[in-house]
């Protein structure tokens, strides 16, 4: 019956007291909601506080710019972002010598083949070369994503600066020494759309310029794998030059690697055939350390094992086969 047509009047007034508790309960989980989509948009946009610079580049003659010594956690408790905890729950990254050594990416298999049909790419035109780029980091962010989630590791792809004016990073200012660069304080890949081709002498083939986006991309993957804070706070004790080197060269071809694994993993739908695969072999030697350098400059490894890191990479197409930081034979990472 509807009130005044026989309910007594506290009936009705239960009733609309229950109606009115509903319609307030309803709006505070609204609310509720609003308020926390919006603290989980600030939390994973948000610039990480603190951060310092990696500084890993590449590029040829990179030399003494390549900075990755540099600690990028900046107390923030890991890898340079703020804490996992509110972004990925009980989800955690390797940390410590494991996360070197022993990194359940390893443990993944080969990259899964993936589509990846590049644009022509026409290297005098800035237009054109972001638009190559785009895409090949396009496939970059779907293979990885895939290879981590098999892995149970938490993974963001990295911010593309593909940039054609000046400008600042907080790793370096750019244009620099190196080609191309990672930042892991702003998780970022810098590249310059004519600056690369200028500095690779106006390379016309196309899989040099996306083997080296593969290299800077296989930093971040270092990054994401939690093993970046590991190797940093270990090179910083290093007291020898020489010795925080040799930290570095491992990390140098360990990314050389996972960039072969990348393009090994898309030949069918992005075909390399043997001058492309020659190339890219002779830019790993191009961009290696020079045999006539200093020692206090050798950072990327010697002529021989950047190909061969690269080679591996391109063969095996598996992050395991990688593991620069677990080989006893020191020749092949010097």
Same mark, same amino acid.
């Given at each position: 019956?509807?009130?005044?047509?026989?309910?007594?009047?506290?009936?009705?007034?239960?009733?609309?007291?229950?109606?009115?508790?509903?319609?307030?309960?309803?709006?505070?989980?609204?609310?509720?909601?609003?308020?926390?989509?919006?603290?989980?948009?600030?939390?994973?946009?948000?610039?990480?506080?603190?951060?310092?610079?990696?500084?890993?580049?590449?590029?040829?003659?990179?030399?003494?710019?390549?900075?990755?010594?540099?600690?990028?956690?900046?107390?923030?408790?890991?890898?340079?972002?703020?804490?996992?905890?509110?972004?990925?729950?009980?989800?955690?990254?390797?940390?410590?010598?494991?996360?070197?050594?022993?990194?359940?990416?390893?443990?993944?298999?080969?990259?899964?083949?993936?589509?990846?049909?590049?644009?022509?790419?026409? #290297?005098?035109? +800035?237009?054109?070369? %972001?638009?190559?780029?785009?895409?090949? =980091? /396009?496939?970059?962010?779907? @293979?990885?994503?895939?290879?981590?989630?098999?892995?149970?590791?938490?993974?963001?792809?990295?911010?593309?600066?593909?940039?054609?004016?000046?400008?600042?990073?907080?790793?370096?200012?750019?244009?620099?020494?190196?080609?191309?660069?990672?930042?892991?304080?702003?998780?970022?890949?810098?590249?310059?759309?004519?600056?690369?081709?200028?500095?690779?002498?106006?390379?016309?083939?196309?899989?040099?310029?996306?083997?080296?986006?593969?290299?800077?991309?296989?930093?971040?993957?270092?990054?994401?794998?939690?093993?970046?804070?590991?190797?940093?706070?270990?090179?910083?004790?290093?007291?020898?030059?020489?010795?925080?080197?040799?930290?570095?060269?491992?990390?140098?071809?360990?990314?050389?690697?996972?960039?072969?694994?990348?393009?090994?993993?898309?030949? #069918?739908?992005? +075909?390399?055939?043997? %001058?492309?695969?020659?190339?890219?072999? =002779? /830019?790993?030697?191009?961009? @290696?350390?020079?045999?006539?350098?200093?020692?206090?400059?050798?950072?990327?490894?010697?002529?021989?094992?950047?190909?061969?890191?690269?080679?591996?990479?391109?063969?095996?197409?598996?992050?395991?086969?990688?593991?620069?930081?677990?080989?006893?034979?020191?020749?092949?990472?010097?």
């Amino acid at each position: 019956m509807y009130a005044g047509f026989g309910e007594s009047s506290t009936s009705a007034s239960r009733r609309a007291n229950r109606r009115a508790f509903g319609l307030v309960t309803a709006l505070v989980v609204v609310l509720l909601a609003l308020a926390l989509l919006s603290w989980t948009t600030t939390g994973e946009s948000g610039s990480p506080p603190g951060a310092t610079a990696d500084g890993s580049g590449s590029g040829p003659d990179s030399g003494s710019d390549d900075k990755p010594g540099q600690d990028p956690s900046g107390g923030s408790g890991g890898d340079g972002r703020l804490g996992l905890s509110g972004r990925f729950g009980e989800q955690e990254r390797p940390s410590g010598r494991d996360a070197l050594v022993t990194n359940p990416l390893y443990e993944t298999g080969r990259l899964s083949p993936r589509p990846c049909p590049v644009p022509e790419l026409d #290297v005098e035109e +800035p237009e054109s070369m %972001e638009a190559f780029l785009n895409t090949v =980091a /396009d496939c970059l962010d779907d @293979a990885w994503q895939t290879q981590f989630q098999r892995a149970g590791i938490p993974f963001t792809p990295p911010e593309r600066v593909f940039w054609d004016e000046p400008g600042v990073s907080p790793c370096r200012a750019y244009p620099s020494r190196a080609g191309a660069f990672y930042c892991r304080a702003s998780t970022s890949i810098y590249i310059g759309t004519s600056d690369v081709v200028e500095k690779w002498n106006g390379a016309t083939r196309s899989a040099v310029y996306a083997s080296l986006l593969a290299h800077e991309y296989g930093h971040h993957v270092q990054g994401e794998s939690g093993l970046l804070e590991y190797y940093h706070r270990q090179r910083q004790l290093e007291d020898d030059v020489l010795e925080r080197n040799a930290w570095t060269r491992r990390g140098e071809l360990q990314a050389n690697c996972l960039a072969g694994v990348f393009m090994g993993s898309v030949r #069918v739908s992005y +075909p390399l055939d043997e %001058e492309d695969m020659e190339a890219l072999l =002779a /830019d790993a030697a191009a961009t @290696a350390d020079r045999e006539d350098g200093a020692e206090e400059d050798r950072t990327h490894g010697s002529v021989e094992n950047s190909v061969m890191w690269t080679r591996t990479g391109l063969e095996e197409q598996a992050p395991g086969a990688c593991n620069t930081w677990d080989v006893e034979d020191g020749s092949l990472v010097s």
